[in-house]
């Protein structure tokens, strides 16, 4: 992973030590002169920093977990995967001192990789915190079911399987929004929920759930905040090269995704697979080629060539498949970038990135 970065550091160091060298090559000063002083770590830090050269780029490291702060000083958190506790770490140093802390949480779904960074975060344990969680019910009953959160009980055959952790030492308050589609029968009515597709207001924000294709019940989320847009659209398949079941309910996922995208100034999506990939033509990483129809994912061709159709004007592709090597998340992310334009610009997501709208 750190081969091409470190080799473009030694070119940068020994570039820049051509300018201490004479006509013919050969040095002569010390490494006081190049360091500017003493042999020491804040000089190694200074002269590092002069050098030209990037900083490695990471793709992932932690499962999906997205921070937005609004303009008018709200914090919205999509999905709680294992990158949550290092943004709830930040949050808590962010509201320091400060007696009303809220923080709304919007869930895509329930699968682990989206709920694995819940038990252990740091917002969830210090009593001047509220915790609005929205989601769908699967999403909620993840979360419940093995810390009761919400109900104040746990499953007895839940009960230790994922985390030691319960309701009884999380002194945070939590609140659970159900986003319900009005017109799915159920058992037990809603009791505190919001129809699907119903707008929901967070100060200036306001939110717009949709559902998407995916194995388990998925939301997709708009979010307009003054005149820019945000679409976050993780897991999500639009199925290729097979007419099956569930064929038409992928393409009219896909016709959501693409209404809600026209235009927008940032989307975030799913690209999980290339399409020989997705279609077993290739395997990832020397591996055998695996058909990756209904793994409820996106191919990257197809990502790019929806957000140009629709005009996108940065879109950052996630979900990266963790049996991908680095140097090829790399290369698909340099050869995104080098097809880009200013008009819609294209990228792999990366680990940490903050962007100003």
């Known amino acids: 992973m750190l081969r ?20 013919k090559g050969n040095l002569h000063c010390s490494i006081r002169d190049i360091l500017g002083g ?26 999906t977990c997205i921070w937005l702060e609004t303009g008018d000083g709200h914090d919205l958190v999509f999905d709680v995967g294992s990158g949550f506790r290092g943004c709830a770490r930040r949050l808590q140093h962010k509201w320091a001192d400060r007696e009303e802390r809220h923080l ?30 929205h989601g769908n019910r699967q999403f909620l009953w993840a979360l419940d079911s093995s810390l009761g959160i919400f109900s104040g009980s746990i499953l007895e055959s839940m009960r230790g399987i994922h985390t030691p952790i319960s309701y009884q030492i999380m002194p945070s308050k939590f609140e659970g929004i159900e986003i319900y589609d009005p017109d799915e029968e159920r058992s037990e009515p809603v009791k505190n929920g919001r129809p699907l597709g119903t707008p929901i207001q ?6 717009i759930p949709f559902p998407v294709y995916h194995p388990a019940p998925c ?11 945000f679409v ?3 897991d999500h398949e639009l199925r290729i090269g097979d007419p099956g079941p569930g064929q038409t309910e992928s393409e009219a996922a896909e016709a959501r995704v693409i209404a809600h995208s026209q235009g927008v100034d940032l989307l975030y999506r799913d690209g999980q697979f290339l399409r020989d990939e997705y279609l077993a033509k290739t395997g990832i990483d020397g591996a055998a080629p695996v058909s990756r129809r209904d793994w409820g994912h996106s ?4 990502v790019v060539e929806m957000a140009r159709n629709c005009g996108v004007k940065q879109t950052l592709i996630g979900h990266h498949d963790p049996n991908r090597r680095w140097q090829e998340h790399r290369e698909i992310d340099e050869k995104l970038q ?3 334009t200013p008009e819609c610009a294209i990228a792999l997501a990366r680990s940490e990135v903050v962007i100003d709208l």
């Open 232 to 234: 976050l659209c993780t």
């Open 38 to 63: 003493e042999l020491s770590v804040p000089r190694l830090e200074d002269y590092r920093e002069q050098l030209s050269v990037a900083e490695v780029p990471v793709y992932g490291g932690w499962t």
């Open 4 to 23: 091409r970065h470190d080799l473009g550091i030694l070119a940068s160091v020994f570039e820049n030590l051509q300018s201490f060298s004479d006509e």
């Open 299 to 302: 191919c990257i061709e197809d």
């Open 104 to 133: 709304y949480i919007f869930g895509s779904h329930s699968h682990l990789d989206h709920t694995n960074g819940f038990d252990q975060a740091a917002v969830c344990f210090d009593p001047r915190n509220h915790l609005h969680i």
């Open 202 to 207: 967070i100060g200036k924000t306001r939110l």
């Open 219 to 229: 939301l997709a989320y708009r979010v307009e905040h003054g005149d820019k847009v």
């Open 338 to 340: 080098a097809e880009s």
